[in-house]
């Protein structure tokens, strides 16, 4: 399985990035949601997005708005990774279409929690 990690932060990329790859994702990341969109113009593919809200370029919402609108994208999951833990945010980002919601700071087990959930954390990973 494949992860793209959006957040401008390269720290906190590194940080989710090395989790998926714990769980044995192969990771790409991007700096803003319009680099995101690049690699996924470009031909990327992924079946997980960990995305940031707080971004300049384009945020986290614009790019999960940009994906939804996309029927070739409709099979990646999102999951928004941010310090926004409103519950106007928390609702505005899963109407958008994101399916799930990770408020920054987080534990590599509440990632893998939110992806058992989700159905992605792989099989050898769960016994």
Same mark, same amino acid.
């Given at each position: 399985?494949?992860?793209?990690?959006?957040?401008?932060?390269?720290?906190?990329?590194?940080?989710?990035?090395?989790?998926?790859?714990?769980?044995?994702?192969?990771?790409?990341?991007?700096?803003?949601?319009?680099?995101?969109?690049?690699?996924?113009?470009?031909?990327?593919?992924?079946?997980?997005?960990?995305?940031?809200?707080? =971004?300049? %370029?384009?945020?986290?919402? &614009?790019?999960?708005?940009? +994906? $939804? #609108?996309?029927? !070739?994208?409709?099979?990646?999951? @999102? =999951?928004? %990774?941010?310090?926004?833990? &409103?519950?106007?945010?928390? +609702? $505005? #980002?899963?109407? !958008?279409?994101?399916?799930?919601? @990770?408020?920054?700071?987080?534990?590599?087990?509440?990632?893998?929690?939110?992806?058992?959930?989700?159905?992605?954390?792989?099989?050898?990973? @769960?016994?």
């Amino acid at each position: 399985m494949r992860a793209l990690v959006i957040d401008d932060s390269r720290t906190m990329r590194r940080i989710v990035a090395g989790t998926l790859e714990g769980l044995g994702f192969e990771t790409l990341q991007a700096e803003h949601g319009r680099d995101a969109l690049d690699q996924l113009e470009a031909g990327a593919e992924v079946d997980l997005a960990c995305i940031d809200w707080n =971004m300049p %370029v384009m945020d986290g919402l &614009e790019f999960v708005t940009a +994906v $939804r #609108a996309n029927p !070739a994208w409709r099979a990646i999951t @999102l =999951m928004m %990774v941010t310090t926004e833990a &409103e519950h106007s945010q928390i +609702v $505005r #980002a899963l109407a !958008a279409g994101a399916h799930e919601y @990770l408020i920054k700071p987080f534990t590599p087990d509440a990632i893998r929690d939110k992806l058992d959930l989700l159905g992605l954390v792989p099989v050898e990973e @769960l016994a």
